[in-house]
């Protein structure tokens, strides 16, 4: 079964930086996911560290939080069916060199931490995701 989602995608500091977001945009665009609201903004170490929370047991936490606030990020909510499996497909695996040809990882991510994009990983984060960022 299919159905019309929500989901939260950032584009990273690495890809911001190197001025990727028209083309990572695109990739959005081209699979029929629609951008429904997006925003640059920069996140202090705090914010990541409560984002980014579910990790906080793991080896790389501290980095993952500090590379986060490093830079700008661009922050979207994706919309089309499927959109939370869709936007895992077109980004890739977590390391950019076992991430399949085509995708945005493998295109565009320097490493396993500077992997260009983020999203959310079930309906249940991606609601928490973008409520995070887009709670008014
Ligand atoms: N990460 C890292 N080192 C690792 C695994 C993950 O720096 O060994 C970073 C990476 O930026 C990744 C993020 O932590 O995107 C979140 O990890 P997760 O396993 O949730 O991967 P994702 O859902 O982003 O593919
Ligand atoms: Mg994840």
Not at 21 to 47: G, P, W
Not at 66 to 72: F, Q
Not at 86 to 112: F, L, V
Request: with cysteine; aromatic share 6%; net charge positive.
């Amino acid at each position: 079964m299919s159905s019309v989602e929500q989901t939260l995608s950032i584009i990273k500091p690495d890809a911001v930086q190197r001025n990727l977001v028209d083309a990572i945009k695109s990739k959005f665009i081209e699979n029929k996911l629609n951008i429904k609201k997006i925003k640059k903004i920069k996140i202090s170490k705090e914010e990541s560290a409560e984002f980014y929370k579910v990790h906080q047991t793991k080896p790389f936490y501290d980095g993952l939080c500090a590379y986060l606030s490093s830079g700008p990020i661009v922050v979207m909510i994706l919309e089309g069916e499927n959109a939370i499996q869709k936007n895992r497909e077109i980004m890739g695996a977590t390391d950019p060199q076992k991430a399949e040809i085509g995708t945005i990882r493998r295109e565009h991510g320097i490493s396993i931490d500077k992997n260009s994009v983020h999203g959310s990983d079930s309906p249940d984060n991606a609601k928490k995701e973008i409520d995070f960022f887009f709670k008014s």
